[in-house]
């Protein structure tokens, strides 16, 4: 019913997104904040709790609940997290520490961020009518979650496809993770960055650190700067390959991308993607397959459609 509502909230590491939605699917209320990760997982959530309870004072009724999304291995059962890597986060209780600052007891879903977006486009996105899909966010990392005969599939202990960490280069970058080679050290907007200085430095020529961001190299694909072209490449074969990695696992109809990176250059990334995935997985997994850019207008959407998805 369209006179239900949710709040959820997006925690990225740089900003956390909040929406007030109803049932049907329309934000009310949107706001963001700071993320402050240096600040501590304290001030962070005490944060969190000044977002959600403004929301909770502008909702029409009672809210029926709260859904969080957050980067890191999760528990949904107790809201623990841990190894949120890019919060510095080890292991943090966020539901119990979250819960006594809200005005309002209401219920908390907390899931893996890309898992929480995945639920948005089932419910409202790209994803909608669709039993089986892959979603991969393209953003400050490199994000994936299933949905399998229309259940997310979070695994054994919350981390099931954690993509950004399947090993493409074995003689590439570390990550942040510690490991080295990770998918996400190329496929993500720091590994273009990363690539793209590396191409730079080679002609001999390097600018300063601080004039290069994945905004400015995308402006400068689209100006037709060959390094730009060529950092832009590697990012997209790597995608190809992760997918072509994926599908032959899970076999989805569908594969949604989404984050900033795949929303700002979604048909730039498709050809080369597409010609990695026919080079690296069997006809069968890809001949029907339709790869769609997410349709979500906020990230928030996702976490809020989580309480719809856990029925609480």
Request: aromatic share 6%.
């Amino acid at each position: 019913m369209s006179d239900s509502y949710a709040i959820g909230v997006d925690i990225g590491g740089t900003k956390m997104a909040f929406a007030l939605m109803n049932r049907a699917g329309q934000v009310l209320e949107s706001t963001q904040k700071p993320t402050h990760a240096s600040r501590g997982a304290q001030a962070m959530i005490g944060d969190l709790a000044d977002g959600i309870n403004h929301l909770i004072s502008l909702a029409p009724a009672q809210p029926m609940g709260i859904g969080i999304g957050i980067p890191g291995q999760v528990n949904p059962d107790t809201g623990l997290i841990k190894n949120a890597y890019n919060l510095g986060w080890q292991e943090v209780p966020l539901t119990e520490w979250l819960s006594p600052l809200l005005t309002s007891k209401l219920p908390i879903q907390v899931m893996k961020d890309a898992d929480a977006s995945l639920c948005g486009e089932y419910y409202y996105g790209a994803a909608r009518g669709t039993q089986n899909c892959l979603y991969i966010c393209i953003g400050s990392g490199l994000g994936g979650a299933i949905l399998a005969n229309d259940r997310l599939v979070s695994g054994f202990n919350g981390t099931a496809a954690g993509i950004g960490h399947i090993m493409l280069y074995p003689k590439g970058e570390k990550c942040v993770c510690g490991l080295i080679g990770c998918a996400e050290t190329v496929v993500s907007g720091p590994g273009l960055v990363r690539v793209f200085k590396k191409l730079l430095a080679a002609t001999g020529n390097p600018a300063p650190s601080a004039d290069i961001s994945s905004h400015f190299i995308l402006d400068a694909l689209g100006k037709g700067d060959p390094l730009a072209k060529q950092a832009f490449s590697s990012l997209a074969r790597g995608l190809g390959r992760v997918i072509s990695i994926c599908i032959s696992i899970v076999n989805p109809q569908s594969v949604v991308l989404g984050g900033g990176m795949a929303r700002a250059a979604f048909d730039q990334l498709l050809p080369e993607a597409l010609q990695e995935i026919k080079s690296h997985a069997l006809v069968h997994t890809y001949q029907d397959l339709k790869i769609l850019p997410s349709t979500l207008t906020s990230s928030a959407i996702g976490p809020a459609s989580l309480v719809w998805y856990s029925g609480i």
